[in-house]
């Protein structure tokens, strides 16, 4: 308990450790809500709660660490586990996530939860259960006499995800399969009537998320580390992220992504590293209670 | 009459089967605590319509209290833990079996109580939201014991050994199992001819309108959950003295082994089915033995696959499709609409 408190005294006594979480936690909260995004996609688009969602960054990470032994350049990686992803996703699709759209949500809960286990575990037989990085022969930028320490290859990692988020922004807004992905969103019968082959549309929403949190992983794998069993942990804070912020509600998604990012980021400081798992699960049930409040709140406006 | 001729056999069966196989006499225990699990998960999820995919929370903190409890009752639990399974803390007879039977009352009693303040907080949660806030509350309870160093931290705690004969042991612990698993099975039998059981089956079809018709709700969810917690945490007490040591994130709260394993037991053998969950964990336990046996290293991929394929193609279970092709095997008639209805 002591340290605990050391710890939040040594926040204000030393301001500048504040300016180093709070990077940190925006760095990898940019991550975290790239991963959620894909979440709150699938979510709203099919109505599919896909638990393997932390898998597919896993995979990613997986496929751009294996690309980088075989001497390629480690930034290539990103897009070309955006594309393989794209397939893996794709299959899935056609296999499991096709045949749970549409029935109780609890079966697309479950279903997915098995495809997680099998993700996890064929990454684990192939590549093994040790955690592996990526490093990038990069400079470290350093500010307040070396306080906060900046390398510049967590600074390409955020910047290519936000270029990643980018794009995909502006392909759901301006290309006709953005279009038909927000019309079946909206109302999948009208979208139907409306001539939209809404199966390809779900196929395409799946191997999209897949591809986004692919690349995400394969950016995980330059900044941080990744572990075939850390996967159930991208998906609960992806959960916790749109939970948070609703769905449909894209800077609602950025910004609680961030958010998380840098509260995990404080709680490890405080409570050790050793928590950090914890704290991602406790703010899960938090955001929870938080929404069953406001609901209570409606449910006795409506008495 | 055949039904009694049937209760006999299988009772008969369930007797004898330790002294049969005694190779097997650990296997058999676990497939009991299978039943055990499976049987009190569909009593909140099959036939009230709660998925919780949390109940792991239970049979983890039923493994802690025990330990706990037979321990304060000779010795001081931090200096026993500081020691790690080493250092001379020796139980008698008569300390063993106490600790075991108060250890296995207060994990039961304790887990209720946890239920119904978890309940509390997350029943409001409807559907995949109460799935996903209960296996929250077992993986943050699995993180947050591991860096608990009173209890062992991540190193876990280990019990005494069974002060007897290590086979007679065995024997014991699979009659453990068994009693409490067919004391379960009874028991749900009778509590859902009841009122009780009603409640819950309304509960499961239209909550709103149950509530609608008076039925205080949380209070039905409530009991019920605190019955399934106190039947599991007493499963992992008596698993705890049966595994001897065992650590927070792979054996207390196994999340993606046995917290999901016993809901793939009840969606195989059928949801909402007394007999389902039974007959799921026998297949289940059985087909995860012999993948384990003869699929070394891909077992997991195996059973990700059973569970997928159960869920997505095959959610009547077995009891499900048995009652769709031999209707009248459960009394049930079916008239020509298709429909079915119970027969008086």
Avoid at chain 2, 125 to 139: D, E, K, M, S
Avoid at chain 2, 232 to 254: N, R
Wanted: with cysteine; charged share 10%; glycine share 12%.
């Amino acid at each position: 308990m002591d340290q605990v408190f050391g710890n939040i005294g040594m926040l204000f006594e030393f301001p500048v450790v504040n300016v180093k979480i709070i990077l940190d936690g925006l760095m990898i909260g940019a991550l975290f809500a790239l991963a959620a995004y894909g979440l709150a996609l699938v979510w709203g688009v099919m109505n599919v709660k896909n638990l393997a969602q932390g898998d597919f960054v896993m995979a990613g990470g997986y496929i751009a660490w294996w690309l980088t032994g075989k001497g390629l350049p480690p930034l290539l990686g990103v897009p070309i586990a955006f594309v393989m992803l794209w397939g893996i996703g794709w299959i899935i699709y056609k296999l499991v996530i096709s045949r749970v759209i549409g029935r109780d949500l609890f079966t697309s809960l479950l279903a997915t939860f098995g495809v997680a286990i099998m993700m996890a575990q064929i990454l684990n037989l192939l590549f093994g259960s040790d955690t592996q990085s990526v490093k990038l022969e990069y400079e470290t930028l350093y500010f307040f006499d070396g306080f906060v320490d900046v390398p510049i290859a967590k600074l390409i990692g955020v910047i290519m995800a936000a270029g990643l988020a980018a794009g995909v922004i502006y392909f759901m807004k301006t290309s006709r399969m953005g279009q038909a992905i927000r019309a079946t969103a909206q109302n999948p019968r009208a979208a139907r009537v409306m001539g939209i082959d809404t199966d390809k549309v779900y196929g395409f929403t799946f191997s999209l998320n897949a591809a986004i949190c692919g690349a995400a992983g394969a950016i995980i794998v330059m900044v941080w580390l990744i572990q075939p069993f850390y996967g159930i942990t991208y998906s609960i804070r992806s959960f916790v992220i749109v939970t948070a912020a609703g769905l449909g509600n894209l800077p609602g998604v950025i910004a609680a992504g961030l958010g998380i990012g840098m509260l995990e980021q404080y709680g490890a400081h405080v409570f050790g590293i050793g928590y950090q798992q914890a704290i991602a699960v406790l703010l899960l049930l938090l955001v929870l209670m938080v929404r069953l409040a406001q609901q209570r709140r409606v449910r006795q406006v409506l008495k | 009459m055949n039904k009694t001729v049937l209760y006999t056999v299988l009772l008969i069966v369930a007797a004898i089967a330790p002294f049969l196989f005694p190779a097997y006499g650990t296997q058999l225990a676990t497939l009991w605590l299978m039943i055990i699990v499976a049987l009190t998960w569909d009593l909140t999820g099959g036939q009230m319509g709660y998925n919780s995919l949390g109940n792991i929370f239970f049979y983890g903190t039923g493994m802690y209290v025990a330990a706990i409890v037979t321990i304060s009752l000779v010795y001081n639990v931090a200096d026993y833990t500081d020691a790690a399974g080493g250092g001379t803390f020796k139980f008698t007879w008569a300390q063993y079996f106490a600790g075991m039977a108060l250890g296995s009352l207060a994990a039961g009693l304790f887990c209720a109580v946890c239920a119904v303040i978890i309940g509390f907080i997350t029943f409001g949660l409807r559907g995949p939201y109460f799935a996903i806030g209960t296996l929250g509350v077992a993986i943050a309870a699995g993180e947050l014991v591991s860096n608990w160093d009173w209890v062992g931290g991540g190193q876990g705690i280990a019990l005494p050994v069974y002060p007897g004969d290590l086979d007679q042991g065995k024997i014991v612990f699979y009659f453990l199992f068994a009693g409490l698993g067919i004391g379960i099975f009874l028991f749900l039998k009778w509590l859902y001819g009841t009122r009780f059981g009603l409640a819950m089956n309304a509960i499961r079809d239209d909550e709103d309108k149950a509530e609608g018709m008076g039925l205080h709700t949380l209070r039905y969810k409530l009991t019920a959950w605190a019955m399934a917690a106190f039947f599991v945490g007493i499963a992992g007490a008596i698993s705890a003295f049966q595994l001897i040591h065992f650590e927070p994130l792979e054996t207390a709260y196994q999340t993606i082994n046995l917290g999901i394993f016993m809901v793939v037991c009840v969606l195989l053998g059928g949801k909402g089915t007394l007999w389902g969950p039974v007959v799921g964990a026998i297949v289940f336990h059985v087909f995860k033995e012999v993948t384990w046996n003869y699929f070394l290293g891909w077992q997991w991929v195996a059973l990700g696959a059973l569970i997928v394929i159960t869920v997505v193609y095959f959610q009547e279970g077995l009891m499900g499709w048995l009652m769709r092709m031999r209707p009248e095997w459960f009394g049930l008639t079916v008239d020509e609409s298709g429909k079915v209805e119970a027969a008086e």
